[in-house]
């Protein structure tokens, strides 16, 4: 099985960068989501890792530490509309890769 | 335009009154999932779907039923709802692949009283 953990609120300063942390534990892992989620919509995907290492896409970077059992997502430059919950989610390995969620961090950001 | 599209998006029923949620993707992904969303227990996965006529328990399928005849469909079937499962439900579809991204649908917001 898997086990997501992720903080669960988080407030930062607009204009500012903040990390959020996930580590997993799984007993097969393929790679790993990062979505955002609005207050009353549906999560919108951010990106997903397979290999070690930090991918960048405009202001949203994402890293993986397979062997480490750790992910962070990186937000630079917040913008108000940043407030949001992110989702940590793992993807196992086998045939159908099923896919499991972190209960999600609550990011605020302030003027 | 890709989308997952849920029907209905709003639903309150009683319990014991059978219901059927639809889901349908055109983007001609393989794997479709179903999952419910509850306060402070994040997104569970409730049955997932490999390709038509393959599918499988997630995390919380007592109470559930799917069906996978097309590929593009894949609905979810209460047989008889219990305010238990009121809930927020996500259907999501998947590309599977090295660029692999899952999106979700709007969400179906349902009462059982």
């Known amino acids: 099985g898997q086990n997501i953990d992720q903080p669960t609120e988080m407030t930062a300063t607009e204009g500012a960068i903040v990390q959020i942390n996930c580590t997993y534990q799984t007993s097969g892992f393929n790679g790993l989501f990062w979505y955002q989620q609005h207050a009353g919509e549906a999560p919108t995907f951010l990106s997903y890792n397979v290999l070690d290492g930090l991918e960048e896409k405009g202001r949203f970077s994402s890293f993986l530490s397979r062997s480490k059992g750790y992910s962070y997502l990186l937000l630079k430059e917040l913008q108000m509309k940043d407030s949001a919950s992110y989702l940590c989610a793992a993807m196992n390995s086998g045939g159908y890769q099923k896919v499991t969620f972190g209960t999600g961090t609550k990011l605020q950001v302030i003027p | 335009e890709a989308q997952v599209t849920q029907n209905p998006r709003y639903l309150i029923t009683v319990t014991g009154k059978k219901l059927t949620v639809t889901c349908s993707q055109n983007m001609n992904h393989e794997y479709m999932s179903w999952y419910r969303q509850d306060p402070g227990l994040g997104l569970r996965q409730i049955y997932y779907?490999?390709?038509?006529?393959?599918?499988d328990k997630g995390d919380v399928p007592e109470g559930y039923k799917v069906s996978r005849k097309e590929k593009r469909n894949f609905p979810l079937i209460l047989e008889s709802p219990s305010p238990n499962q009121t809930s927020l439900y996500f259907c999501?579809?998947?590309?599977?692949?090295?660029?692999?991204?899952?999106?979700f649908g709007p969400g179906t917001r349902l009462l059982v009283l």
């Open positions: 999501a579809s998947r590309t599977g692949g090295a660029q692999e991204t899952q999106y």
């Open positions: 779907s490999m390709n038509v006529e393959v599918t």
